[in-house]
Nanobody, 122 residues
Framework: QAQLVESGGGLVQAGGSLRLSCVAS????????LGWFRQAPGKEREIVAH????????YYTEPVKGRFTISRGNAGKTVYLQMTSLKPEDTAIYYC???????????????WGQGTQVTVSS
């Protein structure tokens, strides 16, 4: 059974840092790209960052550039999202996502994790 399992969310003060982890298991995710989306209350789910597994190319949405870093682990199919200089507007549920091709919108995603809450207090 294909699974994406996230961890690492929590409550942090503005200016703080968190690292999210996502482990892909249960099927051959070798050709899948991994990324992170987030959804704040009353808003649509949006792409935060993604990583093209074949060559390590990364993409970041503009509001997180320079503050968030997506990277992959050395063992298995693991992706991280290091978040620094967090702001209250980063508060959302963060979802790990997998897709074989593009990952521009939630419609492109083939597999989702269960989500992890990130709350940034002011």
């Amino acid at each position: 059974q294909a699974q994406l399992v996230e961890s690492g969310g929590g409550l942090v003060q503005a200016g703080g840092s968190l690292r999210l982890s996502c482990v892909a298991s249960g099927r051959t995710f070798s050709v899948y790209n991994l990324g992170w989306f987030r959804q704040a209350p009353g808003k649509e789910r949006e792409i935060v960052a993604h990583l093209r597994w074949s060559d390590g190319t990364t993409y970041y949405t503009e509001p997180v550039k320079g503050r968030f870093t997506i990277s992959r682990g050395n063992a298995g199919k693991t992706v991280y999202l290091q978040m620094t200089s967090l702001k209250p507007e980063d508060t959302a549920i963060y979802y790990c996502a997998a897709a074989r091709f593009t990952m521009s919108t939630s419609k492109d995603v083939e597999f989702w994790g269960q989500g992890t809450q990130v709350t940034v207090s002011s």
